[in-house]
């Protein structure tokens, strides 16, 4: 007993949990929950009105054996009692499988409702959490533990919970219906389950912290299959022959998981084992308890068919109400990563200060003294970075790899603070507009822009929302766009023009990286907002493409503010202003011409691509 109460501390805190398991599937499934809680208290309490229906029934039986001399008389009050017992009984019976049936209906509604909702909170928190937790690796453990569990633990918890609730009520209904026998024996059997609890509550919380520490290696696992099995690493893992490779990585993973986990199970039938020896013992004296009551002739024919019934009905909810613990408790730890999840809080403070307030872009962007690096990183991006970009204006930062020139979008969008300094969109610091309202100021063209598998038509509205609308005439703003970027002659060769399905994972048509790039170019272009963002808008393209696309941007960029992040410098030439970074500073700001006349890092970057391309021609 004591060894149980020295374990309570550890199990209390998941106890939170499973209130916040019980609201969360109230607010999924309503009222269906009160008529599964209405079915499971029905379900409890018949078995102990059966078994007593039949000590009476047998009662019954004896006093007409014990009264009648030759005949039986048919309206024998103890007759008609044990024959209305018995209708009684099969009554009970026949209801409770007519109830199962609508009990099972029941939970099928608790359950599609209530993984339809988690899935749904599961979405929504990862959509509004900060971009700066999708690069933590602790984010991802959560999130893939919460998605591998959260969606069926809180329906397998009440099920658990249900299970639970029906055999306690049993048992107590028994006890009940046992106590005018003597309270040794009711006691005795709640004795025998303490053993089986403890190695159940051992064994689960041995095996959830194995469980936490393999998170990653289950993380790689999914990882090795996906390069085994999707398109996305064929082409290389066939070149290459890396399949091996990764089949052996994968299996080798798998043979850890699978000896650990075995050990674990040994360990697990041992305990179980033992607890079941114990628990013998103590129904073995409670059933010598019963023998000595008959030696002495003090209980009745009913008496005896009552114990020996509830003695193995009593074995059987033990073994389900030991099971159902395990079960639940082991619920609780999985659920608490799916809790944990959803109380993660975005990092970035929201400004309610200008709600409402229309906000556009009528004179600069400017950072200010502006530092910045990546969470787990001491490495400063930007450091004491200042740049003035002038509305209406078409401006290049360029730059080499890892200066920090993409760094600049994500600051912009909000999608992390800076660490020191701050921007400012028409002097309006951008922490002071609220961030769904700053957002809509951009579009943007991100450096791997995703690939939608989905029609032409539905790739090319992403970027429009109700806060962005198009005009009234859409079809003819779309066919504009998508010939100013080039990506007309793409959509044109399509078998289905605008409604063609793209990608493979559908059984649409797949398009080259070229193809994709300038159907998310036309993308940005096509969201109504002040400021473009284009970060390598032409990697992907050919020449003839990239210079078709750039004699047009002037066109595209009327009426709008246009940043344009880039390594060439082939299209870096076509800005009114372009700056160069290094180091996460401006080093050079100037026109191309001035830029080519100051014989600095822009002018012998421009000679090289030269050459470059000479040779290359």
């Excluded at 006691?187 to 919380?205: R, T, V």
């Excluded at 002495?296 to 109400?321: E, F, H, I, K, T």
């Amino acid at each position: 007993m004591t060894k149980i109460f020295t374990k309570l501390p550890s199990i209390l805190p998941q106890l939170t949990y499973l209130n916040a398991t019980i609201k969360l599937v109230w607010q999924a499934v309503g009222f269906w929950l009160i008529i599964w809680v209405i079915l499971l208290i029905f379900q409890g309490i018949v078995p102990a009105i059966q078994i007593n229906l039949v000590k009476t029934a047998i009662n019954s039986f004896v006093n007409v054996a014990n009264t009648s001399k030759s005949s039986i008389d048919i309206y024998s009050p103890h007759l008609i009692a044990a024959f209305t017992q018995i209708a009684i009984l099969v009554g009970l019976i026949l209801s409770t499988g007519a109830i199962a049936n609508f009990q099972n209906w029941v939970r099928s509604q608790i359950s599609e409702l209530t993984q339809d909702y988690v899935s749904s909170a599961i979405h929504r928190q990862a959509i509004s959490l900060d971009l700066a937790f999708f690069e933590s690796p602790d984010y991802y453990n959560h999130l893939h533990r919460a998605c591998q569990e959260g969606k069926n633990q809180p329906v397998l918890l009440w099920e658990n919970l249900g299970e639970l609730a029906v055999s306690i009520l049993t048992l107590l209904s028994v006890a009940v219906v046992l106590l005018p026998l003597g309270i040794w024996l009711p006691l005795g059997l709640l004795f025998s389950s303490f053993p089986p609890f403890i190695a159940m509550y051992k064994s689960n919380q041995i095996e959830n912290q194995w469980r936490l520490r393999n998170t990653m290696t289950q993380r790689y696992l999914d990882y090795y299959n996906q390069i085994l099995t999707e398109s996305e690493f064929a082409a290389e893992v066939r070149l290459f022959g890396l399949g091996d490779r990764f089949h052996d990585a994968y299996q080798n993973l798998r043979y850890q998981l699978r000896t650990e986990k075995m050990r674990l199970m040994r360990s697990r039938s041992f305990m179980q084992f033992l607890a079941s020896c114990l628990s013998l013992i103590i129904l073995g004296i409670t059933l010598a308890w019963i023998v000595s009551q008959m030696a002495q002739a003090q209980l009745s024919l009913g008496d005896l068919a009552l114990l020996l019934q509830s003695l193995w009905l009593v074995q059987g909810l033990l073994q389900r109400l030991l099971r159902s613990c395990g079960k639940t408790y082991q619920n609780l730890l999985l659920l608490k990563d799916l809790f944990i999840f959803l109380r993660l809080q975005p990092s970035l403070n929201e400004s309610k200060k200008n709600e409402g307030k229309a906000k556009t872009l009528t004179k600069e962007i400017c950072f200010q003294a502006v530092d910045f690096n990546y969470p787990d990183s001491h490495h400063l991006s930007l450091d004491n970075f200042n740049l003035i970009i002038p509305a209406g204006q078409i401006v290049a930062i360029v730059g080499e790899n890892g200066a920090g020139k993409s760094t600049l979008t994500k600051l912009l969008c909000r999608f992390y603070d800076t660490t020191g300094g701050k921007i400012t969109i028409d002097g309006e610091d951008i922490r002071d507009i609220p961030t769904a309202q700053l957002r809509q100021l951009f579009s943007v063209m991100f450096q791997s822009p995703p690939r939608y598998h989905d029609t032409v038509i539905n790739n090319m509205m992403v970027g429009v929302s109700n806060s962005n609308p198009l005009g009234t005439d859409i079809t003819s703003e779309i066919k504009n766009i998508t010939q100013a970027t080039g990506a007309d002659t793409i959509i044109n060769q399509l078998p289905g023009g605008y409604d063609t399905l793209l990608g493979k994972r559908f059984g649409g048509t797949e398009l080259s990286g070229g193809q994709w790039q300038r159907l998310a170019l036309a993308r940005a272009w096509l969201r109504s907002a002040p400021i473009v963002i284009l970060d390598e808008p032409t990697s992907a393209m050919d020449i003839w493409t990239e210079t078709n696309w750039l004699e047009s941007l002037g066109n595209l960029a009327q009426g709008k503010t246009v940043i344009i992040i880039t390594h060439r410098l082939m299209t870096a030439q076509y800005a009114d202003m372009i700056h160069v970074m290094a180091a996460g500073k401006i080093i050079e700001s100037g026109s191309h011409q001035e830029l080519l006349a100051k014989g600095g890092n822009y002018a012998q970057s421009w000679q090289l691509q030269l050459e470059a391309e000479e040779v290359l021609n």
